[in-house]
C-alpha cells in the first residue's frame, strides 16, 4: 500500500498568515493527489485535485503543488473559517490511502 | 442541488450484519463512481469500497474484503454498503463519495477521485 505521511500534525496560526502543509508518499503516485478539508463534526470536503488543480467552487487561496511523492498545500491569508484539519489522499492505485491529517488551528 | 445523503447506521453487536444507504440527487446518478469511506478517531479516514457506475465492477480495502459489500440501485438512485461480522473495530462513521468526472473506468490508473461527499451515518459495533 502507498502510505501517506503529511506534516506538520497540527500547525498554529493566525489569521492573515500564510501557511504550508506537505505530504510525502511511499512511492512515486505522479500528479494523483488530492486534498481535502474537514471542519470539526462535518464530512471533508474536496479543494484540490490532480495535485494543483482546484475544486470549483474553491476559493483561489488554495494552492497545490508537487508531483512523484512530495506535494504542498499552501493557503494564503488564514481566516477564521480555514482553521480546519486538512489531509492529503492518494489515488494512483488500490487501496486508495489518506494522510493523518494536518489540524490548522489559531 | 448536489447532494448525497447516507442512513441506516446505528449500533449493532459484535458478529452482527448491517445495511446502510447513501441516496443521491441533483446529479445523474448512473454515470458516476461512487465510495465508501470511514472514519475513526484512531485510524483517521480509510477507504472502505468503489463500484463502477454500472455496478460491474467493485474494489475494496482488504480490512473488509469479504466481509462487506457495495452496491446500487440506479433505478432509486441509492448507494449501499451491506455488512457482515462486524467486529467493534468497524466502528466508525461512514461516508459515501462521487468521483468527479462521468463514466470513469475503475479499472484503469488512475483510480477515481473523491468530489462530493455525503453529511455521513454513524456505526457503532458494541455489545
Known amino acids: 500500500d502507498v502510505q501517506m505521511t503529511q506534516s506538520p500534525s497540527l500547525l498554529s496560526a493566525s489569521v492573515g498568515d500564510r501557511v504550508t502543509i506537505t505530504c510525502r508518499a511511499s512511492q512515486d503516485i505522479n500528479v494523483f493527489l488530492a486534498w481535502f478539508q474537514q471542519e470539526p463534526g462535518k464530512a471533508p470536503k474536496s479543494l484540490i485535485y490532480?495535485?494543483?488543480a482546484l475544486q470549483s467552487g474553491v476559493p483561489s487561496k488554495f494552492s497545490g503543488t508537487g508531483s512523484g511523492t512530495y506535494f504542498t498545500l499552501t493557503i494564503d491569508s488564514l481566516q477564521p473559517e480555514d482553521f480546519a484539519t486538512y489531509y492529503c489522499q492518494q489515488y494512483y492505485v488500490y487501496p486508495l490511502t489518506f494522510g493523518g491529517g494536518t489540524k490548522v488551528e489559531i | 442541488q448536489l447532494q448525497l445523503v447516507e442512513s441506516g447506521g446505528g449500533v449493532v453487536q459484535p458478529g452482527g450484519s448491517l445495511r446502510i444507504s447513501c441516496a443521491a440527487s441533483g446529479f445523474v446518478f448512473t454515470t458516476y463512481v461512487m465510495h465508501w469511506v470511514r472514519q475513526t478517531p484512531g485510524k483517521g479516514l480509510e477507504w472502505v469500497a468503489v463500484?463502477?457506475?454500472?455496478?460491474?465492477?467493485?474494489y475494496y480495502a482488504d480490512s473488509v474484503k469479504g466481509r462487506f459489500t457495495v452496491s446500487r440501485d440506479n433505478s432509486k438512485n441509492t448507494l449501499y454498503l451491506e455488512m457482515n461480522s462486524l467486529t467493534p473495530e468497524d466502528t466508525a462513521v461512514f461516508y459515501c463519495?462521487?468521483?468527479?468526472?462521468?463514466?470513469?473506468?475503475?479499472?484503469?490508473?488512475?483510480?477515481?477521485?473523491?468530489?462530493?461527499w455525503g453529511q455521513g451515518t454513524r456505526v457503532v459495533v458494541s455489545s
Open positions: 463500484i463502477s457506475y454500472d455496478g460491474s465492477d467493485r
Open positions: 490532480d495535485a494543483s
Open positions: 463519495a462521487r468521483d468527479r468526472q462521468r463514466y470513469k473506468d475503475i479499472v484503469l490508473s488512475p483510480a477515481p477521485m473523491m468530489s462530493l
